[in-house]
């Protein structure tokens, strides 16, 4: 199972939005509602952000959202804050019943 | 509050085995899937294997690169899971999550803070 593709790294001023893709294959993130998105900050333990691909746990700030087209599934963050600056995963249920997560992208706020 | 604590971490050397241990509580254990999820240092998550609850017989699943090396096991009374680690490579050093699954949802939402693992000799 190979890892899903999401850009190394994106970048965006305070208050802008930014959009991270997470590309996979008919047999992941097109076959399936269960894409995840996850945050780590260095050295923390990542933290759910998005569910079922556009579902926000309790707690999550509004500023986060999800969608899918296809075989890309897509983490979105407006009004960007210094906050938000971390490593961003995406992960999805496969056609295998097993799991795979993107490499990963790291989000700087300039 | 929900909590999973991972422990059994340490040095092995290429080759050995190692079992770690995920305490959890907080929650009903025996409803969740637990999966174990690592990250080499400066690296990215890599998901390696999942044990399914009684209802669904544990089935286990297991990513390529630790499959027939690697087993989750759980102990329902005593809201444990386990991950045996077998065959050791020096390619396996990394920090160690545990995740539950909660039923009925297709994400893992609680992380444990996880143990570290290193292989070498």
């Known amino acids: 199972q190979s890892a899903l593709t999401q850009p190394a790294s994106v970048s965006g001023s305070p208050g802008q939005s930014i959009t991270i893709p997470c590309t996979g294959t008919?047999?992941?993130?097109?076959?399936?509602?269960?894409v995840s998105w996850y945050q780590q900050h260095p050295g923390k333990v990542p933290e759910l952000m998005i569910y079922?691909?556009?579902k926000r746990p309790s707690g999550v700030s509004n500023r986060f959202s999800g969608s899918k087209s296809g075989n890309t599934a897509s983490l979105t963050i407006s009004g960007l804050q210094a906050e938000d600056e971390a490593d961003y995963y995406c992960?999805?249920?496969?056609?295998?019943?097993?799991?795979?997560f993107g490499g990963g992208t790291k989000l700087t706020v300039l | 509050e929900v909590q999973l604590v991972e422990s059994g971490g340490g040095l092995v050397q290429p080759g050995g085995s190692l079992r770690l241990s995920c305490v959890t509580s907080?929650?009903?254990?025996?409803?969740?899937?637990v999966h174990w999820v690592r990250q080499a240092s400066g690296k990215g998550l890599e998901w390696v294997g999942r044990?399914?609850?009684?209802?669904?017989?544990?089935?286990?699943g297991y990513a390529e690169s630790v499959k027939g090396r690697f087993i989750v096991s759980r102990d329902d009374s005593k809201n444990t899971a386990y991950l045996q680690m077998n065959s050791l490579k020096i390619e396996d050093t990394a920090v160690y999550f545990c995740?539950?699954?909660?039923?009925?949802?297709?994400?893992?939402?609680?992380w444990g803070q996880g143990t570290v693992v290193t292989v070498s000799s």
């Open positions: 995740t539950r699954q909660p039923v009925g949802s297709g994400t893992c939402d609680y």
């Open positions: 907080g929650f009903r254990f025996s409803d969740s899937p």
């Open positions: 044990i399914k609850r009684k209802v669904d017989s544990y089935a286990t």
């Open positions: 008919s047999s992941d993130v097109g076959g399936y509602n269960y």
């Open positions: 079922d691909v556009t």
């Open positions: 992960s999805s249920f496969t056609a295998s019943s097993t799991w795979v």
